[in-house]
């Protein structure tokens, strides 16, 4: 989305506002929870937690939402490639409604990347990232098999104390104010590593090596 402040925006930042917007105006009656998909920022459970609601990790894919948009579980539901939707709604992403919400808030409450702004001041600025590393067949095939139980080892990473490991949609990491997470690409021949630190853009790039080098 375009904005006067921040000029084009990601839509992990438009999902923060949108979320916070519709739990404060209470736009969306009877949910308790925000659902994200794994790769989504986890500014979201900081927003979720400051309004007392649940937060819903599931894996890639808008699918994966369905259940719970059908069941009115959703104040929203999103992925950080923009796809999104509520509860009461079409369990399918939804660019037209996205549009026209991020339309209401600018109407109602002014620039969006303002009101993203406010947020981060509140909660915390998220550094965040996605690499596309080349890769071939034999390496997607090892990463796709490991096990949360493969990495008992590594009990830091990037300076941070590793907190769990979830092996549901390739390997994600979580650490005391960070994660990492590395998935082979069903289409490509690449691994897609996404990272999110709320420390500096300098540790996001750390976390980056690191994930290359735990999977070496």
Known sequence: MATKKGGLIPPNHALCVMADYLVRHHKISGAGS??????????LDRIAKEHGL????????????????????YVLAGEESAGMSVSGWTPEKDGILAVCLLMEIS???????????????????PFYTRVDVPTDEAT????????????????EVAGEHVARVRDTDGIKI???????????SGTENILKIYAETFTSQAHLQELIEQAKKILA
């Open 34 to 43: 925000i659902g994200r998909t794994l790769g989504t920022t986890s500014l």
């Open 54 to 73: 649940e937060l819903d990790e599931v894996n890639v894919g808008f699918k994966y939402f369905v259940k719970g948009i059908v069941e009115r579980q």
């Open 107 to 125: 109407a109602a409450e002014g620039d969006i990347a303002s009101l993203y702004e406010q947020l981060t001041k509140k909660h915390g600025m």
């Open 140 to 155: 997607k095939k090892r990463v796709k098999s490991m096990k949360a139980a493969d990495f008992k080892q590594i009990t």
């Open 174 to 184: 979580y650490l005391q104010d960070s994660w990492l997470l590395v998935r082979p």
